[in-house]
């Protein structure tokens, strides 16, 4: 049976088996500052005092349900 070729007429090359410290040296390699970029961008926030006021009201209402059982 015919061994199948890549676009480039040359046939494919095993999968090496790479060790733990190989695979996080390529990866660290590869990890280009658009990567960090993702990670470093500000998300928008709640405000403390908003979220606080949202817990006391829901703590508010498991209050009022325990008084009455």
Same mark, same amino acid.
């Given at each position: 049976? !015919? +061994?199948? =070729?890549?676009?480039?007429?040359? #046939? *494919?090359? &095993?999968? !090496? +088996?790479? =060790?733990?410290?190989?695979?996080? #040296? *390529?990866? &660290?390699?590869?990890?280009?500052?658009?990567?960090?970029?993702?990670?470093?961008?500000?998300?928008?926030?709640?405000?403390?005092?908003?979220?606080?006021?949202?817990?006391?009201?829901?703590?508010?209402?498991?209050?009022?349900?325990?008084?009455?059982?």
């Amino acid at each position: 049976m !015919k +061994k199948k =070729t890549s676009s480039n007429g040359r #046939a *494919r090359a &095993k999968p !090496k +088996k790479e =060790t733990l410290r190989q695979i996080y #040296a *390529r990866v &660290k390699r590869e990890f280009s500052a658009a990567d960090l970029q993702k990670y470093t961008v500000d998300e928008p926030g709640i405000p403390a005092r908003q979220l606080l006021a949202e817990l006391e009201q829901i703590q508010a209402k498991f209050d009022r349900r325990r008084r009455v059982s």
